[in-house]
């Protein structure tokens, strides 16, 4: 059964970094488009990023600017870079995969990223 396991999620004060991963297990995601969501406390799922099988990049307005998204299809892995963290961006962040951007089949169990002020 295919799984995406995400990684790299923890507490950072506001202005610090993180490093999310996302790797499938079972399957080669390289012709995938893959796509990061999060979910605060009391709120829906909303997106944050992608990126298509071809490296072609999408990002929320929230974001841009601070996340990079990107994936090394050798490691079957992707990542997102966050820098400058507000504790606005405290949520559970959940990896997705799909045929293309925006459909979205296969979900993480997600990470929690928890921004201090």
């Known amino acids: 059964q295919v799984q995406l396991v995400e990684s790299g999620g923890g507490l950072v004060q506001a202005g610090g970094s993180l490093r999310l991963s996302c790797a499938p297990s079972g399957r080669t995601f390289s012709r995938f488009a893959m796509g990061w969501f999060r979910q605060a406390p009391g709120k829906d799922r909303e997106f944050v990023s992608a990126?298509?099988?071809?490296?072609?990049?999408y990002y929320a307005d929230s974001v841009k600017g601070r996340f990079i998204i990107s994936r090394d299809n050798a490691k079957n892995t992707v990542y997102l870079q966050m820098t400058s963290l507000k504790p606005e961006d405290t949520a559970v962040y959940y990896c997705?995969?799909?045929?293309?951007?925006?459909?979205?089949?296969?979900w993480g169990q997600g990470t929690q990223v928890t921004v201090s002020s």
């Open positions: 997705a995969a799909g045929g293309v951007v925006g459909m979205y089949d296969i």
């Open positions: 990126i298509s099988s071809d490296g072609y990049t």
